[in-house]
T-cell receptor, first 114, second 112 residues
Framework: AQTVTQSQPEMSVQEAETVTLSCTYDTSESDYYLFWYKQPPSRQMILVIRQEAYKQQNATENRFSVNFQKAAKSFSLKISDSQLGDAAMYFC???????????FGAGTRLTVKP | ETGVTQTPRHLVMGMTNKKSLKCEQHLGHNAMYWYKQSAKKPLELMFVYNFKEQTENNSVPSRFSPECPNSSHLFLHLHTLQPEDSALYLCASSQVWDGELFFGEGSRLTVL
């Protein structure tokens, strides 16, 4: 089974600044996926960014990028030029290619200050 | 139509009631999931259906009974629930071979 740990229950960032959300995971799989999902208040969870573990290059999606450290089993999310619309719960997730084992962390609540 | 639709959005029920949550996906996916989301806890995977066949039951109490009549619809039948079952229940879908989940907005359940 996989476990995912997010050590920051809450984070705050000033608008236009950069913030990094932490995530560590544990897995016995050799091939697996890593994800960051965003859940705005009272709205559905959506994918922010994904990383296949076999890829060495860190994924980027516009203002969102990850720092994937496979040996350390660390997968942090960096949000650059933070916007008010980035305020949400952010969940880190890990899953093997067997889709029966997608696990999530407890989430980090991000507040963006104007 | 949104990709994954859940009804009802809110449900209040007594401990002796029987109710059902419904999920429908319009994305052509072949896997569907139920997750339980409680405050300050990781999402808990409850059930997984691949090609309409249940492939995972994550030690969920029998008072929760899933049903997947086809690859587009998923139900969660509820009976004799406990107050600690109050939570947001999320439905998701995906392609079996791809890990990305597409979520519905959730059904907020309150058990009195």
């Amino acid at each position: 089974a996989q476990t995912v740990t997010q050590s920051q229950p809450e984070m705050s960032v000033q608008e236009a600044e950069t913030v990094t959300l932490s995530c560590t995971y544990d897995t016995s799989e050799s091939d697996y996926y890593l994800f960051w999902y965003k859940q705005p208040p009272s709205r559905q969870m959506i994918l922010v960014i994904r990383q296949e573990a076999y890829k060495q290059q860190n994924a980027t999606e516009n203002r969102f990028s990850v720092n994937f450290q496979k040996a350390a089993k660390s997968f942090s999310l960096k949000i650059s030029d933070s916007q008010l619309g980035d305020a949400a719960m952010y969940f880190c997730a890990s899953g093997g290619y067997n889709n029966n084992d997608m696990r999530f962390g407890a989430g980090t609540r991000l507040t963006v200050k104007p | 139509e949104t990709g994954v639709t859940q009804t009802p959005r809110h449900l209040v029920m007594g401990m002796t009631n029987k109710k059902s949550l419904k999920c429908e996906q319009h994305l052509g996916h072949n896997a569907m999931y139920w997750y339980k989301q409680s405050a300050k806890k990781p999402l808990e995977l409850m059930f997984v259906y691949n090609f309409k066949e249940q492939t995972e039951n994550n030690s969920v109490p029998s008072r929760f009974s899933p049903e997947c009549p086809n690859s587009s619809h998923l139900f969660l039948h509820l009976h004799t629930l406990q107050p600690e079952d109050s939570a947001l229940y999320l439905c998701a879908s995906s392609q079996v071979w791809d890990g990305e989940l597409f979520f519905g907005e959730g059904s907020r359940l309150t058990v009195l």
